[in-house]
């Protein structure tokens, strides 16, 4: 009997679903004696024993479905170290009762970069683990992308392209603030996809004093609006030097609530234009997988199927150059990917003129 748990842990994204239709359907056609158990909202299920028993017909029909069947949860993660509970007590001996107690094979993480992280340390306190990578953000080390990515990327995109026209009408600057967390690729695709005068990532701190003359820039071209793609994790040079703690207190304390606001704020008091902030949010991380994403999840999830019938445990499934490919959790673990500064595609964005603030 081979016994196997699924576990869609951190924050959502799309083809989670389309994800575990590709294991389970892979691993139910492969192996005859199976077990899977789809362990409810992330690690809270392993560490509660909390689960259902997931026969073939679960993974039916879920292709297109947003978000996951099985629920998530954010644990407190100490890098490297541990993950705790409120108290700060680990988590990992109720983890282990648990997958000793179902006689588990293997678990099945499907996870952002955190959750690669703290798979690793469930892999050291001696479980078998095969992870995928899933995240809006594209910042897993290991794999040129993630499903979730291309998603939201369309999504975003689409959000800007909507923005352009009343941006337009009403010769305003547009803010537009994107997902990513502490990675540009998001905004720096959805803004190169959507055509923006301005972009703004966490990667290359901005003079503001340059976005501003951006502004007036376009506007001595006759151009009466401006579009300003902003990651969420964008900073200025003067702020660089700050903890994201420390930069979010000095924005609440000037009355911004995010980091756009702050530059809306600042550009209409330079140039007299009027400046407002849309914000997707969780829109970006909502509804279904795009057809690319579609794919890769399903790619994703047959290779998974594919390391634990060979029990090949501790790795995580990645994309490299077109080709699926698994590689140790400990190397994409080890790093969180970060857009490059000399990415090509900066450059691309460049050559057509847009600003990146510095
Ligand atoms: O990591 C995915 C992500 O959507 C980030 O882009 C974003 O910063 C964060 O999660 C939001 O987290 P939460 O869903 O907990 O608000």
Same mark, same amino acid.
């Given at each position: 009997m081979t016994r196997v748990a699924l576990i869609t842990s951190g924050g959502d994204c799309q083809g989670l679903n389309a994800a575990m239709r590709g294991i389970g359907k892979a691993l139910y056609n492969h192996i005859e004696n199976l077990e899977v158990f789809g362990m409810f909202d992330g690690y809270r299920g392993l560490i509660d024993g909390d689960y259902k028993f997931m026969q073939p017909? $679960?993974?039916? %029909?879920?292709?297109?479905?947003?978000?996951?069947?099985?629920g998530t949860s954010r644990q407190r993660y100490i890098p490297g170290k541990d993950i705790v509970d409120e108290e700060g007590n680990s988590l990992i001996p109720a983890m282990k009762d648990t997958y000793n107690r179902l006689n588990l094979d293997c678990l099945v993480i499907l996870g952002g970069n955190g959750t690669q992280k703290s798979a690793k340390l469930l892999m050291d306190a001696g479980m078998n683990v095969v992870t995928l990578p899933k995240t809006i953000?594209? $910042?897993?080390? %290991?794999?040129d992308t993630t499903f979730g990515f291309q998603s939201a990327v369309d999504i975003a995109t689409n959000v800007i392209d909507y923005i352009h026209s009343t941006a337009s009408s009403h010769s305003r600057v547009f803010l537009v603030e994107l997902m990513g967390r502490d990675a540009g690729w998001l905004t720096l695709h959805a803004g190169i996809g959507s055509g923006a005068d301005v972009i703004l990532l966490p990667e290359i701190p901005y003079d503001i004093n340059k976005v501003i003359n951006a502004v007036e820039q376009r506007k001595k071209n006759g151009k009466s609006f401006t579009i300003i793609a902003v990651a969420e994790g964008a900073k200025s040079i003067n702020d660089r030097v700050l903890s994201e703690e420390e930069s979010r207190k000095k924005r609440e304390d000037a009355g911004h609530s995010t980091i756009s606001y702050e530059i809306a704020a600042q550009i209409e008091k330079a140039t007299g234009q009027e400046a407002r902030v849309t914000i997707p949010g969780h829109y970006q991380r909502g509804g279904p997988p795009c057809p690319y994403d579609r794919v890769l999840a399903t790619q994703f999830g047959t290779a998974a199927a594919e390391l634990i019938v060979n029990r090949q445990y501790g790795r995580m499934v990645a994309i490299q150059d077109g080709a699926i490919v698994s590689i140790p959790l400990e190397e994409a673990a080890s790093k969180t990917k970060f857009l490059p500064t000399d990415h090509p595609l900066i450059r691309v964005a460049r050559d057509i003129g847009v600003s990146f603030g510095d």
């Open positions: 017909g $679960d993974f039916a %029909g879920i292709l297109t479905q947003g978000g996951t069947i099985l953000d594209n $910042d897993i080390w %290991g794999t």
